[in-house]
């Protein structure tokens, strides 16, 4: 199954993402189109899923965008790395959780190359890592499926400002905290998003 691969140098305004993506969406279920994995960056901003509440704002000064995808409150800024994706379903078992597996699998192993143990919690969605029982969120997913069309994505903390998340409670998770991979080991991440497409193109065919 084709997959077209799209990277981002500039940051990307979120409303032009999604227009993009919902678009892409329509393309695929009527077959004029392949897949996409799109790989950028937004400037700073906050966004809401469909599950978030009001006191999860914790400075109420920040902008809200809302959004249609599942999850909470969560932030994105420079230091970034964002995927977004347009995945047919149909072509690949109509099967959402194996989906998420899948997503959760590309972001443990592409770290796992980079020598960093994550894991994923089923209580509490995201990719987490635990340094001496002190376990911090490192990366976000949020998806939405529309016509059996997953679309939305996921972001990885790699050099971003912590500080951005004393604003909310990122994802209404209030007893861990949030890290980036700079944090956890500094290294050269540079080749991140490349590994990182190489790995989820494998799981989506395996």
Not at 15 to 28: H, N, S, V
Not at 45 to 73: H, P
Not at 169 to 179: N, Q, S
Request: hydrophobic letters at 35%; one cysteine or more.
């Amino acid at each position: 199954m084709n997959i077209e691969i799209k990277k981002s140098k500039n940051p990307i305004k979120y409303e032009d993402a999604i227009e993009f993506m919902e678009k892409r969406l329509l393309d695929i279920n009527q077959n004029n189109t392949n897949d996409l994995i799109w790989v950028l960056k937004h400037n700073d901003l906050y966004t809401a899923g469909t599950n978030y509440k009001e006191n999860e704002i914790i400075d109420k000064s920040i902008k809200i965008i809302k959004t249609n995808r599942g999850g909470k409150i969560t932030y994105h800024g420079p230091g970034q790395l964002i995927c977004y994706f347009v995945i047919d379903l149909k072509k690949r078992k109509k099967d959402i959780r194996k989906f998420i597996s899948i997503i959760e699998k590309t972001i443990i192993d592409t770290l796992k190359f980079y020598n960093i143990e994550t894991f994923a919690d089923k209580k509490n969605i995201g990719i987490w890592h635990n340094d001496n029982s002190n376990i911090k969120k490192v990366a976000a997913i949020g998806v939405r499926v529309s016509k059996w069309i997953a679309y939305h994505g996921f972001s990885i903390n790699i050099n971003n400002d912590l500080n951005k998340y004393n604003a909310i409670i990122p994802c209404g998770i209030k007893d861990r905290g949030i890290t980036s991979l700079e944090k956890i080991k500094e290294q050269n991440y540079q080749n991140l998003s490349n590994k990182l497409i190489e790995i989820f193109i494998s799981n989506l065919n395996s």
